[in-house]
């Protein structure tokens, strides 16, 4: 081969191989953006409250940051509302918001909620590329001109902050009266660290992430590929979510470690190492014993039994650095007898005595690992001790009964159109009755806490035996007390979607591996029965219709139109709303034999009214633009 020919094939190869590059880039970067649109359409709330700002710290400019913030519901309808503290969630490295949603379903019914996506995370700019914008210090100084400028905004006077992994880190910073960083002008007045890191960087970790600042982007990205083989089971995703069994958590863990950029990791991961100051002590990275023990406010620590990132060893360190002594050494005050602990598994946190606050630790035992704030089985449970937390250390207005009875005395909170949903059956007949005759599914109205006849402790009294679990798949705060159900064993979902529009696919397809989980769950209990799920939006037939309909198409094999009659049968007179109905039958049409069916009912319907009517109309018959629930 003479010296042109092998120059010519030689230009060749770098080209072909550019533009390899160049298609991998893109692709990846359309990967990236369709699950950033996923994780959206799956967390409506997170949708519907967020927004983009550009924050000028003494750091950086950071052009485009993805913040949260939604108000407590009724914060102008009472003051002790409007003067509730400001929860503050805070995600770790490689972290996003809809890591936060599950327990932002529940905890933005007590509290208004605010967070962020640090710049390179979920949906925040990679803006800008300088490494002093990914320092601890730089990312503290982030979240106090952010958290300022929200409670200015919106007149919060104090602020409740919620770490993970290295939000926990950032949170300590921001609180700790002895922290090197910025201190907020604004009161903290507790904090939760979830999965915190006590100790600083080790000189075994140290060493390796200089060696990473010296490795191209190249090699990194193949040694991180190698890293994820085998996807759902690979080391990447077992090391954050353990031995979970749970199939739709391992792949969505999956899919943000792949999202989550190699230059952002880089940096942030750099940004965690101390650096020597001019007077030869280390400062900067992750807090060090003396920030820990500058904590002088509630604290919180919850640790996963089998996390291997944040082992839980940790948490006995930090009481340790607070308290001089560790947990099993240091004075416990006694728990109240506890009204929460049906709702937390009877998993009962240990309470200690700090020199200015208070310190209470939890466990949860294995297989929890480091997902615990949104893990299937750990978020709900997480919620639930965050809330007894916050009611019993921090603020008794932050307890739901309390508002939920300050806001029902004085006419604030109740259901909309109070005649109207009176006038609907409370529990429908039992939906798919092939294996049960309690029924796969039951369709409610909404429960109302002062009701004389559908409250939360009437309902367990009529139908704890027949009924397993409630999803709430409405948008509002509920009208009556959760807890109530969870306590007397029924458990509670909190699913919300947004009124007078058909569910997305992706909504049907996680509430589909929702009703699975319960399922199964059910299934696996010493006492196996085989009570149903009971779902409710306001007056349980559109939406709820919508999703039971969906579920019986996609998981038992029913036609369109005999999922549409059974939940008619059931809950007379069924899905009232044409624009419902239509999306059913489009959704599905594509099914062997639907799209000729399809055809027939509609003619049917407009030639003599049968079947399920496409006006929609109230329960005496009469055409109606209300019931849009």
Known sequence: MTWSSRTTVSTTIIILASLAYIYHRQRRAKQTRQLQRAADELHPRLKEHTNFQQYTTPYAIYPRIRTYYQPHAHHESHADISELPLLVFIHGLGGLLPQFAGLLDSLTSIAPCFGLELPGHGRSAFEPKGYEAYTMEANAALWKIAIEEICTRNNHKSVVLIGHSMGSSLAALLASTTSTAPTLSVPVVGMIAICPRAHQISPKELNAAHKLSSTPNVVINILRWFDRYGDEDSTSVKRVVGDSNESDLKRTQLAWNRQYRTPVLKRVTLGLLPRTAPDGKLTGGYPSEAVWKGIA???????????????????????????????????????????????TNGLIPTTIKAPNSIIQTITLPSPAAHALPYAHSTYRLVSALIESFLSTHVSSKLDFPYQLRLLTTSGKWDVKNLAKWKDILPVSAPIHTHTSENGLFRALKTMREQDDEHNPTLFLRNWRDKIYAVIDISHDTPVYNTKT????????????????????????QDFCTLVDRLLLERDARPDHDERAIAVHCHYGYNRTGFFICSYLIERMGYSVQDAIDEFGRAKPPGIKHAHFLDTLWLRFAGREGEMKRSSEVREADMTD?????????????NASEGDVM
């Open 609 to 621: 009214g049968g079947g399920s009517a496409v006006l929609a109309r109230d329960d005496a018959g």
């Open 485 to 508: 159900l969870d306590k007397g064993g029924v458990e509670y979902h909190k699913f919300p979607t947004v009124s007078k529009i058909p569910p997305t696919p992706l909504e049907v």
């Open 297 to 343: 406010i509630p604290l919180f620590l919850i640790a996963g039994d089998s996390d291997t990132v944040c082992k839980p060893e940790e948490i006995n360190l930090i009481v340790q650095y607070i308290t001089g002594k560790p947990i099993n050494e240091a004075e416990k005050i006694p728990q109240p007898s506890d009204e929460h602990q049906s709702s």
